[in-house]
């Protein structure tokens, strides 16, 4: 006991005194721009504490097959004389992709950083195509200069010459290339997805296993509801005690707890890391890092780099609470430190996160940001707002509505990350504990991908806050239309001028009509796949900006409205997207067949682009549409993803 | 607390209260209560502390509470001297059913009073008093009847009716085994022995929550108040009226205030 309140106190001066200003090493070094640009360059270098590459200077968009500087594994970079100068001066997001993504693979350790191997197909694969690129970009070179290369787009030259074409007049030569490319190249790999996974009584996952009624409550039941269970993640440390379980208080499970730690520490002792296994119809995952063990354990069918993505989320969410530093003091004091007070009050954000794996998050998944979609106008409009009214001590400014970035104001040398903004939407719009406080508030958190080693303070002040006469009823549907201004600032003592910049910001947002704007885009919720393309045969998709670590999607509406529905598609999703990010995959277009569906995961370095028909839809059909969703996303960039942002 | 129709004329001033107290104790809960009169059973831990603002009608003024409520948890125990660094009153909040949330409102009280501003108000709430199943007088004092008859409408159909078994109280009304650990009569004592007001409260049922955050407006002297707007008061004639009431008695406004409850 005394032990315990003597490193508590420990933990507050760390805290007190702990310094918020620097990010981490690898952000500090970044260049002016707020976008870490997910080249296989910025993605090699992650969260090691070594000094990142310079970021290769934005390529210029590629608007057409002859504008499009040309990219290949050799020739990632835009002509330097076109492209570098702006690109220096004009940030593309305020979003930098962190390592999340890429951390392992199945095999690997997490210092493998998977981005490389993902974008960079082996050179075999490429002789062929990347010279098919070179000519065209002889051709390409004398109208470079000429149109536009709208600096603000930053996810253009990276652009796979997949795409040259799309954006031009003639469809079909879009459409042909793509034909061309599967023909010639062979980049392409169906799959089976086995569908009918264990996903009956879905919707009792989430219930509390001790939530039975007395006669019950035997241990034996409860093991088998806590068997039942489709995803379990635990957390131990080291010395095998326990610090978060999703399921089952630590005497039901000390058992499973004691296996899990004995089968890990058995491989420590060989000198061997035991990354994963499968047992019992259920994958077994397990990362180590510092002082704790992450164990995922899914029935759901993901791959281990998507388990190990969540288990990363998870990580990141005890250093938000507690900073590197604290975490590590508290074991090299006492190995045997029970981590779980220190913790208090972090499990409901830990289940937060464990809960949206399990449903199933796009975030997550695919390691971007989803954005509201207005015009760029309206939004140019916001960023200004935030610009004009920003308080001395601001870092970051967003403004989020449900959970979709609006806008962001920040320094020009500091960029933010997906994996920090994850955890700070996860807080705000999954857990419970701001929200239903109610009124502003005050956040000491550390973003640890910005730097692991402080705490920030997040001012957070939702609008719009309906009075809610049932919250129960109507909390899960207002959750999704409301309305955040978030403010972070290094200074602990800056709560009244953020405040009072809230007011300002608020205020001058109701005038300029920004706020109706965003209301009006909340309301009318997100498109329909139908909308895009007319008449498609495609029921969703998500395509990801791999330039501006962003991805869009339809509406769930209408085809998977349903929890089970909603978590078939993910399950989908993460099938497809684990086929193309394999190991050795060097696919760039991935189908997947089921009973139920046909899929399409099609990977470019520049998008992303992952699509799901009805069964009957023939896979021209898919093709097309996703042709014509690259092409939209393209067109729309500006109004889908925030480019740039607003930077001072 | 409603009885005012010149709220428009009245002098308005802002006073700043600061909640302070072991997690869980329930102090988002009385702030919810007193601010949107609702209750949340399972309410989620506050991370770091949230602000909010609630206006109350006195008979002779508005006051508008800027209020700050706090974390529990330890860990963001370092930021508290910047919530309770400026304020005028805080609320010192354990729960009746768990004694060690006593002793840490202990401390709480020794730090404020050590390093508040002198002036500074402290009340000491026992919160859960609805998770008490001895019958009024007994372990609890009169505390619980003194207000029958008064506002506090829900209170009755609460203590009775829908009131949720506790949390740890599995045979809930066995006498002896009342979840309540801490007798009204040690917190009252020891909040006389500080000089510190006292009531036991229930966010769960509303009994005393008005009451608390009416007491503490009443013993604010008006000269610790900032003057939002005080239409047609200069700020001099404040200050004048006031200064009788300089380093009021604790006891005063617990006496003259009628919403109040007596302890
Ligand atoms: N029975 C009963 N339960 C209460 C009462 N007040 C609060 N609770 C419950 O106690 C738990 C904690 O309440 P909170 O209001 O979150 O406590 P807190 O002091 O704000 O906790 P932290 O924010 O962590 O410091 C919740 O589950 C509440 O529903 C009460 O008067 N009676
Ligand atoms: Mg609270």
Same mark, same amino acid.
């Given at each position: ?37 997910p ?16 970021l ?24 330097p ?15 930098s ?9 199945q ?29 065209k ?85 409860? =093991? ?89 989320a ?9 900073? =590197? ?15 779980r ?24 998944l ?22 004009q009214?920003?308080c001395?001590?601001?870092l ?7 959970g979709?970035?609006?806008?962001v ?22 857990a ?103 008449g498609?045969? =495609?029921? !969703?998709f ?12 339809p ?35 991935? !189908? ?51 480019i ?5 | ?55 109350c ?18 860990r ?65 004092s ?55 007001l ?18 503490i407006?009443?013993?604010i ?31 005063g406004p ?10």
């Amino acid at each position: 006991m005394s032990d315990a309140t003597k490193s508590q106190s420990e933990l507050q001066d760390d805290h007190g005194d702990s310094p918020a200003v620097r990010p981490n090493p690898t952000s500090t070094d970044l260049p002016t721009i707020a976008l870490q640009k997910p080249e296989p360059e910025a993605g090699a270098h992650v969260s090691t504490e070594e000094k990142p590459p310079p970021l290769p200077p934005r390529p210029a968009r590629a608007d057409s097959l002859y504008q499009a500087p040309i990219v290949g594994p050799a020739g990632l970079r835009a002509p330097p004389s076109t492209a570098r100068p702006r690109l220096q001066a004009t940030a593309t997001t305020a979003v930098s992709r962190t390592d999340i993504h890429t951390h392992s693979y199945q095999d690997g350790s997490r210092e493998t950083y998977a981005a490389s191997k993902q974008s960079s197909p082996p050179p075999t694969s490429w002789g062929g195509w990347s010279s098919i690129k070179r000519l065209k970009s002889q051709e390409a070179s004398d109208s470079a200069s000429i149109r536009s290369y709208a600096p603000t787009l930053g996810t253009a030259g990276d652009v796979d010459s997949l795409l040259v074409g799309f954006s031009g007049q003639e469809q079909t030569s879009g459409w042909n290339i793509f034909n061309a490319q599967l023909k010639e190249t062979g980049l392409q790999h169906d799959d089976v997805f086995e569908e009918d996974m264990v996903l009956e009584n879905f919707d009792q996952e989430f219930d509390e296993i001790d939530a039975l009624e007395g006669e019950d409550k035997t241990e034996e039941r409860l =093991l088998a509801r806590w068997q039942a269970k489709r995803k379990h993640f635990m957390i131990l440390s080291s010395a095998g005690k326990p610090v978060y379980n999703r399921h089952g208080d630590d005497n039901l499970i000390s058992g499973y707890v004691g296996i899990v730690q004995t089968i890990i520490s058995f491989y420590e002792g060989a000198q061997d890391q035991l990354r994963g296994f499968t047992a019992g119809g259920a994958r077994f995952v397990v990362m180590s890092q510092g002082p704790l063990y992450l164990v995922a354990i899914s029935k759901l069918g993901e791959s281990d780099l998507q388990l190990r993505v969540q288990l990363e989320a998870l990580y990141m969410q005890i250093l938000s609470t507690l900073t =590197l530093p604290n975490l590590t003091h508290l074991f090299s004091h006492r190995p045997s430190t029970d981590l779980r007070r220190p913790l208090q009050g972090t499990e409901p954000l830990l289940s937060a996160l464990a809960d949206s794996f399990t449903r199933g998050s796009p975030p997550t998944l695919f390691s971007a940001l989803e954005c509201l979609r207005i015009r760029k106008a309206h939004r140019e409009v916001i960023n200004d707002t935030l610009l004009q009214k920003r308080c001395e001590s601001l870092l970051y400014g967003l403004v989020v509505a449900g959970g979709r970035l609006v806008s962001v104001v920040r320094p020009r040398r500091h960029s933010l990350h997906p994996s920090d903004l994850q955890l700070i939407f996860n807080m705000l719009f999954e857990a419970e504990g701001v929200k239903a406080g109610g009124g502003e508030n005050w956040i000491p958190l550390c973003l640890p991908s910005f730097n692991k080693n402080g705490y920030l303070y997040m001012y957070v002040s939702f609008l719009d806050v309906k009075e809610e006469k049932d919250p129960q009823q109507s909390s899960q549907a207002s959750r999704h239309d409301e309305i955040a201004v978030l403010l972070i600032s290094a200074n602990k003592e800056s709560f009244y001028d953020l405040r009072s910049m809230r007011d300002a910001v608020v205020e001058e947002l109701e005038q300029n009509g920004s706020m109706a704007i965003i209301r009006t885009a909340i309301r009318n919720g997100r498109f329909a796949a139908t909308d895009i393309v007319p008449g498609t045969v =495609l029921h !969703h998709f998500v395509y990801k900006s791999r330039a501006n670590v962003q991805f869009v999607m339809p509406s769930y509406e209408p085809h998977f409205t349903t929890l089970l529905a909603r978590r078939r598609l993910l399950s989908l999703y993460h099938t497809i997207h684990a086929g193309a990010h394999a190991k050795n995959a060097h696919l760039k277009v991935h !189908h997947c067949i089921s009973r139920s569906s046909i899929s399409l995961a099609w990977i470019t370095p520049s998008f992303e682009l992952y699509c799901v028909a009805g069964p009957s839809a023939s896979r021209n059909a898919l093709a097309q549409s996703a042709n014509k969703v690259v092409q939209w996303a393209r067109r729309e960039e500006e109004r889908i993803f925030i480019i740039g942002g607003a930077v001072f | 607390m409603a009885e005012s129709a010149a709220a428009a004329t009245k002098p308005s001033s802002s006073v700043k209260l600061v909640l302070l107290g072991e997690a869980a104790v329930g102090k988002s809960s009385l702030v919810l209560r007193f601010v949107n009169n609702h209750f949340q059973e399972n309410k989620e831990p506050t991370i770091g502390a949230a602000f909010l603002t609630q206006k109350c009608n006195l008979p002779h003024r508005t006051i508008k509470f800027e209020i700050w409520d706090t974390a529990g948890q330890e860990r963001f125990a370092s930021l508290a001297p910047m919530y309770y660094r400026n304020a005028q009153s805080a609320l010192v909040v354990y729960d009746i059913t768990k004694p060690t949330s006593l002793v840490k409102a202990r401390h709480w009280v020794a730090e404020l009073q050590r390093q508040a501003s002198p002036g500074i108000v402290i009340a000491l709430v026992g919160n859960k008093s609805d998770l008490s199943t001895s019958a009024d007088g007994e372990t609890a004092s009169s505390t619980d009847n003194s207000k029958k008859g008064s506002s506090a409408a829900s209170e009755d159909e609460a203590n009775g009716g829908d009131d949720a078994p506790a949390v740890e109280a599995e045979d809930d009304g066995a006498a002896d085994s009342d979840p309540r650990k801490v007798s009204t009569k040690e917190g009252r004592e020891y909040a006389e022995e500080e000089g510190l007001l006292f009531f036991e409260t229930s966010a769960k049922s509303g009994h005393n929550v008005q009451e608390v955050f009416t007491a503490i407006a009443n013993a604010i002297p008006e000269t610790q108040m900032k003057n939002v707007k005080g239409p047609g008061m200069a700020g001099g004639a404040q200050s004048a009226l006031g200064a009788g009431n300089e380093r009021v008695n604790l006891n005063g406004p617990r006496a003259d205030s009628k919403d109040s409850c007596a302890c």
